[in-house]
């Protein structure tokens, strides 16, 4: 998938178009609500336009792998 297009999917998902940058994902399990993984400067624009309510986000400093272990409700 070209970055054009996950730019697109994501925004289509999550309702929210964030800064340009590869550093996101979306979880979508199979049972239970999407999971949003992002840097933490696209905390604040995400929560306030994006539907999900659970998401996680890291500082550009950090491994997003422990930060993942920080929920945001």
Known sequence: MSSSSTKAFLAYVTGCLISENMYR?????????PIMILRAVDLGPF???SWLSRCVAFADWEDPDPGARRHHP
Do not use: I, V, W, Y
């Open 25 to 33: 994902a979306c979880l979508l399990p199979r049972d239970g609500e």
């Open 47 to 49: 929560t306030e336009s």
